[in-house]
């Protein structure tokens, strides 16, 4: 363990993270503390895990076969008081979603949180949380879709793995290719974290990649550019995808993501669903794949379309972010994704 102190000008606190820390695995700056993956540890039958609603609200009949699956699967399901609450789209005022969540970080004996949904709302109050206890006592932040604000700003200020996977409002009680990957990844069955393989499109970029994973929805990447929570790219594997949007604003969001140098000096680029694209009466002209491939046209890493990961239902599988995987692209055969 290496601990540092710095006077830093607070605008330029990861410019000096970058250059002073360098690649140190472990690190503690003015008590605030980065680990690796080999402080998060598989769960366990019995051990203890909350749902959280950082987001949009829910309800409990929305939550009850999610509630049933995490007991099913030898669980103790901590449901705070409050969860239910409800300000317009929102589960509660900021400060009552932030005290609920603030709770379960601080709380060493809860092993993994569950944000319940995304819809918006996270970004509201990532600010507003105390992450010290969490970098004291790591523990799994489950989620997709807006809880990519949580994904990107623990990676960027911690370091620590999170786990980019279904969540309780898409859980109704049976077991689907997307609650089978989650299960598995968090009991480490079988002992691998992750290993895909999936069909080939023709628009792929053949290649191979060894390198940490991040990312998630486009559209929460490109909402956090130029925050403490915009995350660090260079020399990693980025996954994207999205759900519901217009054409023209696929091509805004990644020529935003490309000028802001989050393309440049990839390892490689994983595209998940882009679900439910709609276009204009007048076409835009392109799919959101060929977006996507036009952006990052004049580099040479391996691009990937049609990765299971994101809005698509029952197969969203569960990939962990800030754990390094390997990534073999091809055009022809089955792609994969795996890290033993």
């Given at each position: 363990?290496?601990?540092?102190?710095?006077?830093?000008?607070?605008?330029?606190?990861?410019?000096?993270?970058?250059?002073?820390?360098?690649?140190?695995?472990?690190?503690?700056?003015?008590?605030?503390?980065?680990?690796?993956?080999?402080?998060?540890?598989?769960?366990?039958?019995?051990?203890?895990?909350?749902?959280?609603?950082?987001?949009?609200?829910?309800?409990?009949?929305?939550?009850?076969?999610?509630?049933?699956?995490?007991?099913?699967?030898?669980?103790?399901?901590?449901?705070?008081?409050?969860?239910?609450?409800?300000?317009?789209?929102?589960?509660?005022?900021?400060?009552?979603?932030?005290?609920?969540?603030?709770?379960?970080?601080?709380?060493?004996?809860?092993?993994?949180?569950?944000?319940?949904?995304?819809?918006?709302?996270?970004?509201?109050?990532?600010?507003?949380?105390?992450?010290?206890?969490?970098?004291?006592?790591?523990?799994?932040?489950?989620?997709?879709?807006?809880?990519?604000?949580?994904h990107s700003h623990i990676h960027r200020l911690l370091g620590l793995p999170t786990l980019h996977a279904v969540m309780p409002i898409n859980m109704h009680g049976e077991e689907t290719p997307a609650t089978r990957t989650l299960h598995d990844f968090l009991f480490g069955i079988d002992g691998d974290f992750v290993d895909y393989e999936w069909a080939p499109t023709a628009l792929n970029r053949a290649g191979t990649a060894h390198a940490e994973v991040v990312g998630g929805n486009l559209s929460i990447l490109y909402s956090l550019l130029g925050s403490p929570s915009q995350v660090d790219t260079r020399g990693k594997i980025l996954l994207i995808e999205d759900l519901d949007e217009y054409l023209y604003h696929i091509d805004r969001m990644m020529l935003g993501l490309k000028r802001a140098g989050m393309l440049e000096g990839l390892a490689g680029l994983m595209v998940g669903g882009l679900t439910d694209m709609h276009d204009n009466t007048v076409p835009f002209g392109r799919t959101a794949e060929q977006i996507v491939l036009d952006a990052v046209a004049e580099y040479r890493y391996p691009v990937c379309f049609g990765t299971p990961f994101g809005h698509l239902g029952d197969n969203n599988l569960a990939i962990p972010l800030g754990v390094k995987c390997s990534l073999e692209v091809s055009n022809s055969k089955k792609c994969r994704i795996f890290a033993p």
């Open positions: 363990m290496y601990t540092i102190c710095i006077l830093y000008d607070k605008g330029d606190i990861w410019g000096l993270f970058d250059r002073v820390l360098g690649g140190m695995q472990y690190f503690s700056v003015c008590g605030v503390i980065g680990v690796g993956m080999e402080k998060m540890d598989y769960l366990k039958q019995g051990d203890r895990v909350a749902l959280a609603a950082p987001a949009r609200a829910v309800s409990r009949e929305e939550m009850a076969p999610a509630i049933a699956m995490l007991e099913g699967w030898g669980l103790q399901v901590v449901v705070p008081e409050g969860l239910y609450e409800m300000e317009g789209q929102l589960a509660g005022s900021d400060g009552h979603r932030t005290t609920l969540l603030q709770r379960l970080l601080d709380d060493a004996d809860i092993r993994a949180i569950f944000c319940c949904r995304g819809g918006y709302g996270t970004v509201r109050i990532v600010d507003r949380l105390d992450y010290s206890r969490l970098a004291e006592h790591p523990k799994w932040i489950v989620g997709y879709s807006d809880i990519t604000v949580l």
